[in-house]
């Protein structure tokens, strides 16, 4: 039963006051609690993340991925005791547009960096500038390739475009330094030693960006004979002629031609004018010093010789190009899988493991003789894949193997929302944190992907182009100076050899693809397009 309880006026008023404290002082005490709460968890719970990006690092050349090249025990490390993404993909495979892709987690033509020589504009939202909002100390060292000054950054120093590989010059929050020694170790220190002197009560976001294994693939002094001795296996499509495939045809990236250069790529320099090369005369040591200098020409010298003396021609010389090629660039991995290591046992002895998003990733994939080619730029698989390996703080259970299809995308609003911070409704990419959580979401997740490569007509003269990619299919058209189709089926021919398109049987397929294709499209809003596509 309810009784009714008369008050009169001057209580109700004194009533009304203590309660109004008592209101006040009770918010106070919640606002105070929420305020300590917040940054306990700012400090202590939120992940920091630390991500470490390669330059041109195809999968092919890491040992949890595949044991043919190279074994790079510290690189598995993060595969072993983390996660392995078996289907990650860039959108647009080549460098500056790879990394703002990262930042921004969207596609090339909503961020505007469609090709590398586009300047990123600075004042779009990324989540290195979010994480900074809620309470992240942020950091990027290494490779920056995006012409305009780094933003959302409490501290940068970074390589000015490309970088160089010794005695690199580096500009440290807009003042240039040439640092000595060899860029994979330099970038490796700054990142080090920025952690060491961080605010320990914030978490932190530290991108590590490197320079190698990016061309002209220069070794350190200390792994330049690492390979000498060493036969790679051969790709079962290295003399791949290229038939129905116009676009392949017509590229200049080829290990078989003087796309690749003997002097410039593959160090073979000899002051009597043996060696013909199309870039003149160069020089490898100009920036070394004496005792770099010496290490690299008792290196290269007596291979030199016995170069001139062997007078290679046709397949033989193709064949000795590709062993000499990847002889260097393995050897620029051995640096990086060394220089990870150094990190991940910084973390394991500082106590940071725990609770450190660690990523290690490429800006996109690379052919090591697949095609007959170096470098990357077209959506076959060597290029279009990129590695992608994580260690996951606590409280993600998920181990081993991913299998669905991610893409470079959804980097930004994974983690995000591994942290806790909304995800901006403007960015294409999906947080992967489901899939990280447990045994990993099992549920729908995304049945294709969206390319588009725009850095047409230039060097390597990969023409222009975009496609889907599903699990088992991938459709691409060239356009601008072409109009070509090409359809793959990945499970019968994972080499990318056999342009189906014009099979009669495949006009379903196509059909569905397509109109997947243009869905993306929609999705994405991405409207440039050729005129006839819009
Ligand atoms: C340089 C390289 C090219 C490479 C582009 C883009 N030439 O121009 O081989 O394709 O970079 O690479 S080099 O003579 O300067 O080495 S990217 O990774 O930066 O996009
Ligand atoms: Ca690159």
Same mark, same amino acid.
């Given at each position: /039963? ?12 004194? $009533? ?20 300590? +709460? ?15 990006m ?11 991925y ?35 892709? $990262? ?9 505007? /960096? ?29 490779k ?12 940068w ?40 002197r ?24 200390a ?12 790709? +079962? ?12 045809? +017509? ?46 020409k ?16 046709g ?19 051995h ?6 290591g ?26 090591l ?9 077209f $959506? ?33 609003p ?11 409704e ?5 947080? /992967? ?7 990993? +979401? ?18 390597? $003269? ?68 050729p005129?006839?596509?819009?």
């Amino acid at each position: /039963m309810r009784r009714n309880v008369k008050i009169s006026p001057f209580k109700n008023t004194v $009533m009304k006051m203590s309660l109004f404290k008592s209101l006040s002082l009770l918010g106070l005490t919640i606002l105070l609690f929420v305020a300590c +709460e917040d940054s306990k968890d700012a400090s202590e719970t939120k992940p920091n993340i630390l991500y470490i990006m390669t330059d041109d690092h195809g999968y092919q050349a890491i040992s949890a991925y595949s044991n043919q090249l190279v074994q790079t025990p510290n690189l598995d490390r993060l595969a072993n005791e983390g996660v392995i993404f078996r289907n990650s993909f860039v959108t647009n495979s080549i460098c500056g547009p790879s990394r703002a892709v $990262m930042l921004t987690g969207k596609h090339s033509h909503a961020n505007g /960096m469609i090709n590398n020589s586009t300047e990123f504009d600075g004042t779009q939202q990324t989540f290195p500038k979010l994480l900074q909002k809620a309470g992240y100390q942020t950091a990027i060292v290494g490779k920056w390739h995006l012409k305009s000054d780094p933003t959302g950054f409490d501290y940068w120093n970074i390589l000015p475009g490309q970088g160089q590989y010794y005695n690199p010059d580096f500009i440290e929050m807009g003042e240039k330094k040439q640092i000595e020694g060899y860029a994979t170790t330099i970038t490796t220190d700054l990142a080090l030693s920025w952690l060491d002197r961080r605010n320990s009560e914030k978490p932190f976001c530290l991108l590590l960006h490197h320079k190698a294994p990016h061309r002209t693939w220069e070794p350190d002094t200390a792994h330049l004979a690492e390979f000498l001795s060493k036969q790679f296996p051969v790709p +079962e499509n290295f003399f791949d002629q290229y038939e129905d495939r116009q676009a392949a045809a +017509e590229q200049k990236m080829s290990v078989r031609a003087s796309d690749m250069d003997v002097q410039y790529d593959l160090k073979m320099q000899d002051d009597e004018g043996r060696i013909v090369s199309r870039f003149g005369k160069m020089d490898h040591t100009a920036r070394m010093n004496a005792a770099q200098k010496k290490a690299w020409k008792n290196h290269y010298d007596p291979i030199t010789k016995k170069f001139i003396e062997d007078n290679l021609s046709g397949d033989e010389l193709y064949l000795w190009k590709l062993q000499r090629y990847l002889q260097d660039y393995l050897a620029c991995i051995h640096s990086v899988d060394e220089n990870v290591g150094r990190v991940l046992d910084y973390l394991e002895n500082n106590g940071l493991k725990e609770n450190t998003i660690v990523v290690y990733t490429s800006d996109q994939g690379f052919y090591l003789g697949e095609h007959g080619w170096f470098d990357k730029r077209f $959506m076959y698989e060597e290029s279009l894949r990129t590695p992608l390996m994580m260690w996951l703080p606590t409280g993600y259970g998920r181990r081993g193997d991913v299998n669905q299809l991610i893409q470079n995308i959804d980097y930004a609003p994974t983690f995000l929302d591994m942290v806790g911070v909304q995800i901006p409704e403007e960015m294409h990419g999906k947080s /992967m944190k489901s899939l990280l959580i447990g045994k990993g +979401e099992t549920a729908k997740w995304r049945d294709a992907i969206y390319y588009h490569y725009y850095e047409f007509p230039n060097e390597h $003269m990969v023409k222009k182009h975009y496609g889907v990619r599903t699990d088992r299919y991938k459709l691409i058209h060239f356009y601008d100076d072409i109009d070509v189709w090409e359809l793959y089926d990945l499970k019968n021919d994972p080499n990318e050899m056999h342009n189906i398109y014009q099979d009669q049987q495949n006009e379903d397929l196509i059909k569905n693809l397509k109109k997947r294709l243009k869905e993306l499209q929609e999705e994405y809003h991405d409207t440039t397009l050729p005129q006839e596509d819009l």
